[in-house]
């Protein structure tokens, strides 16, 4: 009885260094999240394999994409690095993360793109505007909607409507 009483606890404590070990690498792959108090956000979480903690001195933060997340102040926003640098300074009037190495980004009531060194690559042309997917964007002028490669050309011969199932609402 006393024998595998002991098998018992220790298989129940190799269960829980398992775990707890998983836990851990879960945590460090995460990657830093946005976090709030009182009405200001920050970020937490592992860059490689070390705890990082980036003060709530935003009014804005979204998640991390492609190294970048958007932060937003007083209305102004920008990307911050995983160390939390403010690398694309908060000039813009929105901000949108990163998708195949561009970003939607807006001022007054115009989108245009900006690549990961904060260069404005497509200009601020277009009503309405979504990120890039599989090397395309689909844009709005006016009532017009078309498709654009990175580098801003007008995609020939694809429909939007047999592109996507499903329009986005209000595009």
Same mark, same amino acid.
């Given at each position: 009885?006393?024998?595998?009483?002991?098998?018992?606890?220790?298989?129940?404590?190799?269960?829980?260094?398992?775990? =707890?070990?998983?836990?851990? /690498?879960?945590?460090?792959?995460? $990657?830093? #999240?946005?976090?709030?108090? !009182?009405?200001?956000?920050?970020?937490?979480?592992?860059?490689?394999?070390?705890?990082?903690?980036?003060?709530? =001195?935003?009014?804005?933060?979204?998640?991390?994409?492609?190294?970048?997340?958007? &932060?937003?102040?007083?209305?102004?926003?920008?990307?911050? *690095?995983? !160390? $939390?640098?403010?690398?694309? +300074?908060?000039?813009?009037?929105?901000? %949108? *993360?990163?998708?195949? $190495?561009?970003?939607?980004?807006? !001022?007054?009531?115009?989108?245009? %793109?900006?690549? /990961?060194?904060?260069?404005?690559?497509? =200009?601020?042309?277009? =009503?309405?505007?979504?990120?890039?997917?599989?090397?395309?964007?689909? &844009?709005?002028?006016?009532?017009?909607?078309?498709?654009? /490669? +990175?580098?801003?050309?007008?995609?020939?011969?694809?429909?939007?409507? /047999?592109?996507?199932?499903? #329009? +986005?609402?209000?595009?």
């Amino acid at each position: 009885m006393m024998k595998n009483l002991a098998k018992f606890f220790f298989l129940i404590t190799l269960i829980l260094i398992a775990c =707890d070990k998983k836990e851990a /690498t879960l945590q460090e792959e995460q $990657g830093l #999240r946005p976090y709030r108090v !009182k009405d200001r956000y920050g970020f937490i979480g592992y860059v490689n394999g070390k705890k990082v903690r980036i003060e709530p =001195d935003f009014h804005y933060a979204s998640d991390f994409s492609e190294g970048f997340a958007v &932060v937003g102040y007083e209305g102004k926003y920008g990307y911050i *690095n995983d !160390k $939390g640098i403010l690398v694309i +300074p908060m000039e813009f009037d929105f901000a %949108y *993360n990163f998708s195949e $190495g561009l970003a939607r980004v807006k !001022k007054g009531n115009k989108f245009g %793109y900006i690549n /990961t060194q904060g260069k404005l690559v497509i =200009d601020f042309i277009y =009503d309405d505007a979504m990120d890039f997917k599989n090397g395309i964007a689909l &844009v709005k002028i006016g009532t017009n909607r078309f498709f654009i /490669t +990175p580098d801003g050309n007008i995609q020939k011969n694809k429909n939007t409507n /047999t592109v996507f199932k499903h #329009r +986005p609402r209000n595009f």
